[in-house]
């Protein structure tokens, strides 16, 4: 009976689930996931509903409320789940439209090289000359006020850094001999790119998206602060974070729930990054 391999998939999932941080990490983002986008139903407020005896509330079980509630009697649980979706949808979003357009821009530029990567790379300059408020608040001007827009908006600005990573990946693989072995055997240079230098560099590309979706939610929060992002009735961590600080002498709970949810997320998303970057890295095979 002829022996069979692991795919790469098979074998990535393999090595990930000896991971015990990246498991534990996992299982917590799902748990969070799910009690974002389903505990709503559960719970007896909605998002806009007001208690009218209970402005300012600790956590209680009188009303359900037991999170406790916001200045507006609003129930706090059900405003954090809500955010919860919100901010977990721009990060997702906004973070794999900086993955697409960075990776393919960076392995492009640093595999043809010459004239073109310093062309391409000048462009990333210019980019990075430009103020991010001043982008966001253009494309606001023009297109107005949308949640969607806030994806576009940080996804536009966010691969500028994936480009350089893959470029610089890119640049240190196209001379070793299994690419030298595909340029011999006739491989078409789009397929060089997408199933010899893309895998290849996928260790830091992994590494670096784990880092990208916290900065993301971070930049959404800022936003919202800002009065650019999020509205009302809508919310999220980021603006419940900043309500909180408002309060947070003698209402602390307004801050901490908020931030905790934040807080495990960021932690999940770094531990199942590295454990990630190690089953998905040929290199570390």
């Given at each position: 009976?002829?022996?069979?391999?692991?795919?790469?998939?098979?074998?990535?999932?393999?090595?990930?689930?000896?991971?015990?941080?990246?498991m534990l990490s996992l299982a917590l983002l799902g748990v969070i996931t799910v009690a974002c986008f389903l505990g709503p139903l559960l719970t007896p407020w909605d998002l806009a509903d007001v208690d009218w005896n209970a402005f300012g509330a600790a956590p209680t079980l009188e009303g359900w409320h037991l999170l406790g509630t916001d200045a507006n009697g609003r129930d706090l649980l059900t405003r954090t789940l809500y955010g919860g979706q919100i901010s977990l949808s721009v990060a997702l979003v906004a973070t794999f439209?900086?993955?697409?357009?960075?990776v393919l821009y960076g392995a492009i530029s640093g595999y043809v090289g010459g004239r073109l990567d310093n062309l391409m790379m000048r462009f990333v300059d210019i980019m990075y000359s430009l103020?991010?408020?001043f982008l966001v608040i253009l494309l606001m001007v023009v297109f107005g006020r949308n949640i969607f827009l806030i994806y576009a908006a940080i996804g536009a600005v966010?691969?500028?850094?994936?480009a350089r990573i893959v470029r610089g990946?890119?640049?240190?693989?196209?001379?070793?001999?299994?690419?030298?072995?595909?340029?011999?055997?006739?491989?078409?240079?789009?397929?060089?790119?997408?199933?010899?230098?893309?895998?290849?560099?996928?260790?830091?590309?992994?590494?670096?998206?784990t880092l990208t979706v916290p900065k993301v939610i971070l930049l959404e929060s800022f936003l919202s602060f800002?009065?650019?992002?999020?509205?009302?009735?809508?919310?999220?961590?980021g603006v419940l974070i900043s309500e909180g600080t408002e309060s947070m002498q003698t209402e602390p709970w307004m801050l901490l729930v908020p931030s905790?949810?934040?807080a495990v997320t960021l932690f999940c998303l770094n531990f199942?990054?590295?454990?990630?970057?190690?089953?998905?890295?040929?290199?570390?095979?």
């Open positions: 009976m002829t022996p069979t391999g692991d795919s790469l998939g098979r074998d990535a999932w393999r090595r990930l689930s000896q991971n015990r941080a990246a439209v900086s993955l697409v357009i960075g103020p991010f408020m966010e691969w500028l850094d994936m990946q890119t640049l240190a693989l196209k001379q070793r001999e299994f690419i030298e072995a595909a340029h011999a055997l006739g491989v078409k240079d789009g397929k060089i790119i997408t199933r010899h230098l893309i895998p290849n560099a996928i260790g830091p590309v992994i590494v670096y998206v800002l009065g650019l992002g999020v509205q009302e009735p809508l919310t999220s961590w905790a949810f934040l199942l990054g590295d454990g990630l970057r190690d089953a998905l890295d040929p290199r570390t095979r």
